[in-house]
């Protein structure tokens, strides 16, 4: 069966050396380049499929780049405070339900919840991690599976909202900086994974919970 690669990263799809890799320098999470242009990406698509006229390992670069900057941040009203009662975090995320209905629709779960928790599952994730926060063990803490999964669930679950509340595709970690550096939840996260962090876990398990520059 004749496979083709494709990669964003360089180093990796030179080192795995696979029979036809086509290294395209684009945003990881993006390999076709560029969200709702299907013309772009019938482009990429088509210049990786004309590396199957070789009959030898082959290795080319994609001859248009794009870069993320990492300047640009959604501008996303966030829902007003609800219930007073709830946690302000816990409040912001019910918040967004209808959004990210919206959003689910339209796309599909592309980077929703469901790998580890689901939609419904979100306010009883950030209340864990609340807790975890605070100083209490993880493992005590009730997170309903491993911190950095259920963090990523947690991210989808906002960037999926966020793209019905943009009026324009984002740039590719444009979603993740507004989520992290602008929401209640993004706060919670980055404080419980420092509180495990502090408490010296295991890397793996906390690490991740954020992306690594972070």
């Given at each position: 069966?004749?496979?083709?690669?494709?990669?964003?990263v360089?180093?990796?799809?030179?080192?795995?050396?696979?029979?036809?890799?086509?290294?395209?320098?684009?945003?990881?999470?993006?390999?076709?380049?560029?969200?709702?242009?299907?013309?772009?990406?019938?482009?990429?698509?088509?210049?990786?499929?004309?590396?199957?006229?070789?009959?030898?390992?082959?290795?080319?670069?994609?001859?248009?780049?794009?870069?993320?900057?990492g300047?640009?941040v959604?501008?996303?009203?966030?829902?007003?405070?609800?219930?007073?009662?709830?946690?302000?975090?816990?409040d912001?995320?019910?918040?967004?339900?209808?959004?990210?209905?919206?959003?689910?629709?339209?796309?599909?779960?592309?980077?929703?919840?469901?790998?580890?928790?689901?939609?419904?599952?979100?306010?009883?994730?950030?209340?864990?991690?609340?807790?975890?926060?605070?100083?209490?063990?993880?493992?005590?803490?009730?997170v309903?599976?491993?911190?950095?999964?259920?963090?990523?669930?947690?991210?989808?679950?906002?960037?999926?909202?966020?793209?019905?509340?943009?009026d324009?595709?984002?740039?590719?970690?444009?979603?993740?900086?507004?989520?992290?550096d602008?929401?209640?939840?993004?706060?919670v996260?980055?404080?419980?994974?420092?509180?495990?962090?502090?408490?010296?876990?295991?890397?793996?398990?906390?690490f991740?919970?954020?992306?690594?520059?972070?």
């Amino acid at each position: 069966m004749a496979t083709i690669a494709l990669g964003s990263v360089k180093n990796q799809i030179k080192n795995t050396a696979p029979p036809r890799g086509l290294w395209c320098d684009f945003p990881l999470g993006r390999p076709l380049g560029v969200p709702q242009n299907a013309e772009f990406q019938h482009q990429v698509l088509a210049a990786a499929f004309s590396l199957l006229d070789s009959k030898q390992t082959v290795f080319k670069e994609y001859d248009i780049a794009i870069k993320d900057e990492g300047t640009e941040v959604m501008a996303c009203t966030l829902p007003p405070r609800h219930d007073p009662e709830a946690h302000p975090a816990v409040d912001e995320a019910n918040g967004l339900r209808p959004a990210y209905e919206r959003a689910l629709a339209k796309y599909g779960n592309r980077i929703g919840a469901g790998r580890t928790i689901s939609s419904d599952q979100i306010g009883e994730a950030i209340e864990s991690f609340i807790r975890v926060a605070k100083g209490t063990p993880w493992k005590e803490a009730g997170v309903p599976g491993i911190p950095a999964r259920v963090s990523q669930d947690i991210r989808g679950y906002y960037e999926t909202a966020a793209l019905a509340l943009s009026d324009h595709a984002p740039a590719a970690w444009a979603g993740t900086r507004w989520f992290l550096d602008h929401t209640e939840a993004g706060k919670v996260v980055l404080s419980a994974r420092q509180a495990m962090a502090d408490a010296g876990e295991k890397q793996p398990i906390w690490f991740y919970m954020v992306p690594g520059d972070r």
